[in-house]
């Protein structure tokens, strides 16, 4: 009888040391995520970079990465196209570029379509079938009537929100836009990157020449509010620019392009942590899609004493190592908001990659998963207050 005591005592007791070894998870909400990019100093996207090559800081401290996806994670990329007036053989030229440009993403990244004039309607879903996205340029090129107003505002909302309900959730996210920026409704950057923030998404933007000469020799009608039947979303006009009401009792109106007007897709693509090219170089599609697809994911948990904390100062830099193979890179990287039922994303910080001098004291001690011990490097750059701090973004539309 002592003998089987003894039995239990000890089993009890070995179970009680192994699971104390066990490892502790923390709960979600502490975990975090830091989407970054590197770009040389000629402004090619650096792919390859491993986990030791970054360096992590939250609020001035190194964090180790606990998880690090490269290349390998998927992405979801939703190409928004201008079909109004003068986008025609802007459209031709992505059409044609697009076989080869393709050839740059993953087997397991998608794309769709959506184009915009007035109102935005989807014409391909999100599909990992290169063909399927190639002939649909092509059958939009002929098929669409390349008339009348733009909306860029409302196409960039409605492409987040599209982007949010259709992509993946352990995908990356991203919208890219042809467009020459001129819009009829009214600029409004904060809204568009809420949406963006809200969807998780970059947006890259492929600008095209303004043409405000074929602009004005066709102001075709302006459909007014109501579904259509592929699904899109009727904008009203009103009178023109900006805003307006609707018309009542329905109808169409002919409203001019205000060429002085410009939605800020630059500044929202540049705020989002995407790029903007110029449409007429050859490879600008190829390098836009390249430039998404080399990105990295950083996962880390917030010290437990600052977890409930509003704002953080997020910090992304390279090694010492990686800075002397990079001399002169920048780091884009902005914080993805993991607690709760939807990821929202902060604002980008960019860091420029110059002097290296010696580590910070107390930072040296922090490796990350699979590198041996070193020092990190210290970078102190021009980078402002506002600039450095990644903030939970606003929920107000």
């Excluded at 975990?31 to 939250?58: C, E, K, M």
């Excluded at 352990?170 to 009829?184: G, K, S, Y």
């Excluded at 090219?277 to 190829?286: F, G, K, P, Q, R």
């Amino acid at each position: 009888m002592n003998r089987q005591i003894s039995s239990v005592f000890y089993l009890l007791l070995t179970a009680f040391v192994l699971r104390a070894d066990d490892p502790v998870f923390k709960s979600d909400v502490a975990l975090s995520r830091v989407d970054a990019q590197v770009v040389d100093r000629d402004g090619r996207a650096v792919g390859g970079l491993q986990v030791r090559d970054f360096i992590l800081r939250v609020d001035g401290k190194v964090r180790p990465i606990k998880n690090f996806d490269s290349e390998n994670m998927p992405i979801d990329i939703l190409l928004l196209l201008d079909v109004s007036g003068s986008m025609r053989p802007h459209v031709e030229k992505m059409a044609e570029a697009a076989k080869l440009a393709l050839n740059v993403l993953a087997e397991h990244d998608r794309l769709a379509i959506m184009v915009f004039d007035t109102f935005t309607r989807e014409r391909l879903p999100f599909t990992n079938n290169r063909t399927e996205v190639t002939s649909e340029l092509r059958h939009l090129v002929r098929g669409e009537s390349f008339n009348g107003g733009t909306r860029i505002t409302s196409a960039m909302i409605s492409a987040a929100q599209y982007v949010q309900k259709h992509a993946r959730p352990d995908a990356r996210r991203a919208i890219v836009i042809l467009t020459d920026d001129e819009t009829q409704d009214a600029e409004n950057e904060p809204k568009v990157e809420t949406a963006l923030s809200h969807a998780g998404a970059v947006l890259s933007f492929l600008q095209a020449p303004y043409d405000p000469e074929t602009l004005s020799s066709g102001t075709g009608p302006v459909p007014i509010p109501g579904s259509t039947p592929n699904g899109g979303i009727h904008w009203p006009t009103g009178g023109g620019w900006p805003g307006g009401g609707g018309i009542p009792g329905g109808g169409t109106i002919s409203t001019p392009m205000d060429p002085d007007h410009t939605a800020g897709t630059a500044s929202i693509a540049n705020d989002s942590g995407g790029d903007t090219m110029s449409i007429n170089d050859a490879a600008a599609l190829e390098n836009t899609l390249s430039r998404l697809r080399q990105r990295y994911a950083l996962h880390f948990y917030m010290p437990e004493d600052a977890i409930a904390q509003a704002q953080h100062s997020i910090r992304v830099d390279l090694s010492t190592e990686a800075r002397i193979r990079y001399p002169e890179a920048d780091v884009h990287a902005r914080r993805i908001f993991m607690g709760g039922k939807n990821e929202t994303s902060g604002a980008t910080v960019v860091t420029h990659q110059t002097a290296i001098s010696d580590p910070i004291p107390g930072e040296g001690d922090i490796s990350q998963p699979g590198q041996k011990h070193k020092h990190a490097a210290v970078n102190e750059d021009t980078l402002g207050p506002a600039g450095s701090t990644a903030s939970p973004p606003s929920t107000n539309n």
